[in-house]
C-alpha cells in the first residue's frame, strides 16, 4: 500500500514523506480535484512546516489558489472547509502516529472527507505517473487566514450557557493534550468554561516528549489518569496529536469506553434534530432518528438489501455487506434501538434484534437475538481470515 493509505496519506519523514514527495502530492490532488481553490492547515509536528510550504508550492504550480489557516487541528481544518465554503481542503499531519511520521487528510467541499475508494486511489496514480497536465503558467494565489473567533464561536454555540454553569461550576477536569493539537483546543475553548482546569502537556511540541499522543493505547493515559485521581476531579481529557480523537477518564481514574461516548453524542443528535448523514447511500432502507458514523461502508451494489430501523446508531468505520466472497446475496436488517460499534463488520444475511449492542471491533456471522450484547471475533472467522490472507 505504501503511503498512500485507506483514510489518508501517511508516513515515515524524511525516508517516505519528503518535500519533494510532499509537492508532488500537491500537484496530484490539485489535478484530480480540479478546483480553483483548496484549503490547507498543518498540526504541529517538527516537519509540519516544510512540508506544508512544499504541499502549498506544488498546489499553485498547477494553478489553484490556496487558503492557508496554519497552526490547526483537524477539526478547525474541516470546520474552515465547511464555514469558508472551501471546495476542497489539505490538512498535513499525521494525526495520532508517533513523531516520525507526517501525512496528509484530504476533503471535498463541506469537509466531506476522501478515502482510498473515493479518491485516493485516483491521486496515487496521478502521483505514480509524475507527468502532470495542468501546469499552469500562472501560478495560484496564497491567502492566510485566521479562523480561531469563528471557529471558538462555533464550539461554543453547542453549549446552552446558562445549563453549563450549573453543571460545570465547582466541578474540575484535567485536560492531557499530550503536546498536540489539543493544546490549542484547551487555551482557545476549555479555558472559557467556568470550571477549575487543570492542564497536562499543555504546550505544543511535534516531538511529543512526555508519551505519545494516541489516546487509545492505554500506557498514554496513565498519567491524566494518575492526576484525575491526585486532584480529585470530576473528570479527565485525553487528546490525540491533532486532537480529532478523545478518550475520557472518569472520577475513579477509569477510561470510559469510546463507545458509550458514541452513544451520548447520537443521542444528542438526534434529540436535536440535527443532520450527521455523513455517509447515506441512495436505495438504504432508512428509518428515523438513525445516526450513521464517518466512513460507515454500506454495501453499494446492492443498497436496496439494507435494512435499517428507527432509533439505530452505526458508529464510524462499521462495515454492513450483503455479498459475500462467492457473490452469493443475502439482505441485512438492524431492528430499532440497536447500536453497531464502531469497526464492526456485519456479515450477509444478518439480522440484528431489537435493543441488541455489537461492541467496538466485533464481527456478526450469525443473528443476533434481542436485548443481546455482542463482543468479539469468532474463532472459526479468524481461521478463515488467516487462510485467506497467507
Same mark, same amino acid.
Given at each position: 500500500m505504501g503511503i498512500f493509505k485507506a483514510y489518508d496519506i501517511r508516513g515515515l519523514f524524511p525516508s517516505e514523506i519528503d518535500e519533494d514527495v510532499a509537492e508532488r502530492i500537491g500537484k496530484a490532488v490539485a489535478q484530480f480535484l480540479k478546483v480553483p481553490l483548496i484549503l490547507v492547515g498543518r498540526d504541529m509536528r517538527l516537519s509540519g512546516k516544510s512540508l506544508n510550504a512544499a504541499l502549498i508550492k506544488g498546489i499553485i504550480g498547477m494553478g489553484v489558489d490556496v487558503m492557508d489557516i496554519g497552526l490547526c487541528s483537524t477539526p478547525m481544518c474541516y470546520f474552515a472547509c465547511a464555514h469558508l465554503k472551501a471546495p476542497a481542503s489539505v490538512?498535513?499531519?499525521?494525526?495520532?502516529?508517533?513523531?516520525? $511520521?507526517?501525512?496528509?487528510?484530504?476533503? +471535498? %467541499?463541506?469537509?466531506?472527507?476522501?478515502s482510498g475508494d473515493t479518491g485516493i486511489q485516483e491521486i496515487e496514480k496521478i502521483y505514480s505517473k509524475n507527468k502532470f497536465s495542468g501546469l499552469a503558467k500562472k501560478k495560484g494565489i496564497?491567502?492566510?487566514?485566521?479562523? #480561531? %473567533?469563528? $471557529? #471558538?464561536?462555533?464550539?461554543?454555540?453547542?453549549?446552552?450557557?446558562?445549563?453549563?454553569?450549573?453543571?460545570?461550576? /465547582?466541578? /474540575?477536569?484535567?485536560?492531557?493534550?499530550?503536546?498536540?493539537?489539543?493544546?490549542?483546543?484547551?487555551?482557545?475553548?476549555?479555558?472559557?468554561?467556568?470550571?477549575?482546569?487543570? #492542564?497536562?502537556?499543555?504546550? @505544543? =511540541? *511535534?516531538?511529543?516528549?512526555?508519551? %505519545?499522543?494516541?489516546?487509545?493505547? %492505554?500506557? !498514554?493515559?496513565?498519567?491524566?489518569?494518575?492526576?484525575?485521581?491526585?486532584? /480529585?476531579?470530576?473528570?479527565?481529557?485525553a487528546f490525540d496529536g491533532d486532537a480529532d480523537r478523545v478518550l475520557f477518564i472518569d472520577e475513579r481514574g477509569s477510561r470510559i469506553p469510546t463507545d458509550l461516548i458514541t452513544c451520548l453524542i447520537a443521542r444528542y443528535c438526534i434529540s436535536n434534530s440535527l443532520r450527521i448523514f455523513l455517509y447515506r447511500l441512495a436505495g438504504v432502507k432508512i428509518g428515523k432518528n438513525v445516526f450513521i458514523g464517518i466512513e460507515t461502508f454500506l454495501d453499494d451494489q446492492f443498497p436496496h438489501l439494507i435494512s435499517i430501523e428507527d432509533n439505530v446508531v452505526i458508529s464510524f468505520r462499521a462495515?454492513?455487506?450483503?455479498?459475500?466472497? &462467492?457473490?452469493?446475496?443475502?439482505?441485512?436488517? @438492524?431492528? /430499532? !434501538?440497536? $447500536?453497531?460499534?464502531?469497526?464492526?463488520?456485519?456479515?450477509? *444475511?444478518?439480522?440484528? *434484534?431489537? !435493543?441488541?449492542?455489537?461492541?467496538?471491533?466485533?464481527?456478526?456471522?450469525? =443473528?443476533? +437475538?434481542? =436485548?443481546?450484547?455482542?463482543? *468479539?471475533?469468532?474463532?472459526?472467522?479468524? #481461521?478463515?481470515? =488467516? &487462510?485467506?490472507? +497467507?
Open positions: 490538512m498535513v499531519t499525521a494525526s495520532h502516529n508517533p513523531p516520525q $511520521y507526517n501525512g496528509f487528510k484530504l476533503t +471535498r %467541499e463541506g469537509a466531506i472527507p476522501i496564497i491567502t492566510a487566514k485566521d479562523i #480561531k %473567533e469563528s $471557529y #471558538k464561536a462555533h464550539v461554543l454555540s453547542f453549549i446552552a450557557q446558562k445549563a453549563l454553569k450549573s453543571v460545570l461550576e /465547582k466541578k /474540575k477536569i484535567v485536560v492531557d493534550a499530550a503536546n498536540g493539537m489539543g493544546s490549542l483546543e484547551t487555551s482557545w475553548i476549555l479555558e472559557q468554561l467556568p470550571c477549575r482546569l487543570v #492542564k497536562l502537556f499543555c504546550s @505544543i =511540541d *511535534g516531538s511529543f516528549p512526555n508519551h %505519545e499522543a494516541n489516546p487509545l493505547k %492505554e500506557e !498514554n493515559t496513565r498519567a491524566l489518569q494518575d492526576r484525575v485521581l491526585r486532584e /480529585k476531579a470530576d473528570l479527565g481529557i462495515i454492513l455487506v450483503v455479498h459475500d466472497m &462467492k457473490r452469493v446475496v443475502r439482505p441485512i436488517t @438492524i431492528r /430499532k !434501538n440497536s $447500536y453497531i460499534g464502531c469497526g464492526s463488520i456485519v456479515l450477509p *444475511g444478518i439480522i440484528v *434484534g431489537e !435493543n441488541s449492542f455489537v461492541a467496538a471491533g466485533s464481527v456478526v456471522t450469525k =443473528d443476533v +437475538r434481542s =436485548d443481546v450484547v455482542v463482543a *468479539g471475533v469468532p474463532a472459526k472467522f479468524l #481461521k478463515k481470515m =488467516d &487462510k485467506s490472507i +497467507r
